[in-house]
């Protein structure tokens, strides 16, 4: 699970449904990316970290496993 997206999204104080409106995703898909169920490609990738305005895009490419 990428947690630390989910507290990022929570603080933006915005729900899943708009930070997929944002990237051009289903909600269902950035729920799997939220989980680690999902990576997504790199221009979703940037598309969320810039809705959540977070730089380090990339970290939603690593394995959730692994992640920080």
């Not at 990237?23 to 169920?37: L, R």
């Amino acid at each position: 699970m990428r947690m630390w997206l989910r507290v990022r999204r929570v603080e933006k104080s915005l729900s899943q449904a708009q930070v997929a409106k944002e990237a051009n995703i289903s909600q269902t898909h950035y729920s799997n990316i939220e989980a680690g169920d999902r990576t997504p490609s790199a221009s979703v990738a940037k598309k969320i970290a810039a809705t959540l305005d977070f730089t380090d895009w990339y970290r939603l490419l690593e394995d959730p496993q692994n992640a920080r």
